[in-house]
């Protein structure tokens, strides 16, 4: 017997604390979880079935992190196989729309919380389910049949992520190769609005979705079958400034769609007008002022960063649609990219990053710099970073290279002299050109030096 939930888009944005919550779903701690649309063929879809491989939702025990998979097949005369990941992302609004249901990021990230409230009412995931397809019918009504399986069997989850990999990885290669300066459009997206009220994606060839679940071919198919939906074309514009990647069209439209809150944009910089991030950003990039360098982590390294901050803690100050220099929020796909932190000096700035992740994108990273760049199992700080960096005469170190003057000098050694030179005075103007970085990396080394016992 079906149970009645209700649904509307005055769920949107809830939050489900942990004390309040019956189980978890996906998640940070569970190692195999995935989202997946497929387009099937006509006869292959059974219209509104929802079907459950494992344990149902009110079978399920109280605070626990379950493995999970959500499979979505669907068709209609005129779908394509770009519109996939376009339908798949949506699954993040809609579940939203779910009163006692908390959806969070995407693909192999899906982390999802249901609330004590509404397991209470013994509710099954084909109630979920059912609401589900009655909302995508209303929204993307070009979807004709659609049906939903929803996997809590550990061995077939498992079974499922591997194949979703294998999906994510075949569209992750389409788009890998165009170049920003091919096309006249961009898109944008603010699916993520409700959680970021001040937030607008902009989706390039060259710099995929944060959340890294959209591609700009994928972005092109979504906003010609849904022209009034929440991705759409974005006109480029004048090339305002080519490394920080800055376009007139792109500003208007993000100072349009922000709330008139971002009036430039910076897409491929981390500092100055950096693009905005959300909360369903697969990585971060982070500057390390100690070294004049940046960081990068992903959502899988689960302990502290070269910088003594879980990914968990940066994301706090990395997200929200605020522009925050010196933190930014980015897909992984964009490590592929030659825009990637073009507007900082790319990969020459990054000098730290989880071994997982750099093996995994050894191949976007320059042959002469791979050797270059530490991970946790290099160094355990910001001192042992900085011997590493030196040692391996890494681009991004102040000091490397016979030409310049203050060879073996890291940034936190000039700052200390400079200090010293002034009597204990700090002229931020002064010192931020003498030292060549912005005022928010100064406020952030005099922090470290605070910390350290170096500075009163």
């Known amino acids: 017997m079906s149970k009645k939930i209700d649904v509307g888009v ?18 940070p701690k569970v190692d195999y979880k995935a989202e997946l649309v497929q387009i099937r063929g006509e006869k292959e879809v ?10 149902d939702l009110f079978e399920l025990a109280e605070g626990g992190k379950r493995p999970f998979g959500i499979l979505i097949e669907v ?15 949506r699954n993040h609004d809609f579940m939203n729309y779910v009163h ?12 999802i919380r249901v609330s004590k409230e509404l397991a209470k009412e013994k509710v099954s995931f084909k109630d979920v389910g059912r609401a589900l397809i009655g909302l995508f019918k209303i929204e993307m009504p070009f979807i004709e049949k659609m049906q939903f399986t929803f996997i809590t069997d550990e061995a077939e ?5 591997e194949n979703a990999l294998k999906v994510y990885g075949e569209r992750d290669a389409r788009v890998r190769g165009m170049k920003d300066s091919e096309v006249d459009d961009f898109y944008g997206c603010i699916l993520c609005q409700s959680f970021a009220p001040n937030h607008v994606c902009i989706i390039s060839p060259e710099r995929p979705s944060l959340c890294g679940a959209l591609s700009w071919i994928d972005c092109r198919a979504a906003a010609k079958v849904e022209p009034d939906g929440p991705i759409f074309e974005v006109k480029k514009g004048e090339v305002l400034d080519e490394e920080n990647g800055e376009f007139e ?9 922000s709330n008139s809150k971002n009036e430039r944009f910076f897409m491929y910089s981390m500092e100055g007008f950096p693009h905005t991030s959300c909360g369903c950003f697969e990585a971060i ?12 982590v992903d959502r899988n390294f689960k302990t502290e960063t070269i910088n003594g901050l879980k990914f968990s803690t940066m994301a706090g100050q990395t997200g929200a649609g605020e522009q925050t220099e010196g933190f930014l929020g980015f897909g992984l796909q964009w490590l592929y990219s030659e825009k990637f932190l073009s507007g900082d000096g790319g990969w020459e700035k990054v000098v730290w990053m989880p071994k997982k992740l750099k093996d995994r994108f050894s191949k976007s990273i320059p042959e002469d710099l791979v050797e270059k760049i530490a991970t946790e199992e290099d160094v355990s700080d910001i001192n042992g970073l900085a011997s590493f960096l030196e040692e391996k005469k890494h681009p991004a170190v102040s ?3 016979a030409d310049k003057p203050d060879s073996g000098l890291n940034l936190k050694d000039k700052l200390v002299g400079y200090i010293e030179e002034k009597d204990g005075e700090i002229y931020p103007d002064e010192a931020c050109e003498r030292l060549g970085i912005t005022e928010d990396e100064l406020m952030k080394l005099i922090d470290v030096l605070r910390d350290g016992g170096l500075l009163e």
Not at 75 to 83: P, T, V
Not at 157 to 161: Q, T
Not at 285 to 296: H, K, L, T
């Open 10 to 27: 005055v769920y949107e944005g809830e939050r489900i604390r942990g004390p309040e919550t019956f189980v978890e779903l996906g998640g």
């Open 46 to 55: 059974k219209d509104g079935i929802v079907k459950v491989n494992g344990p």
């Open 75 to 89: 068709w209609g005369q005129d779908l394509e196989k770009d519109l996939e990941p376009v339908i798949e992302r």
């Open 100 to 111: 006692g249901v908390m959806h969070l990021n995407q693909r192999y990230d899906i982390w």
């Open 157 to 161: 989850v498992k079974r499922f992520h």
């Open 249 to 257: 069209g792109v500003n208007e439209e993000v100072f349009d769609r």
């Open 285 to 296: 990039a982070f500057c390390i002022p100690e070294v004049d360098g940046v960081g990068i």
């Open 399 to 401: 000091g490397v290279g």
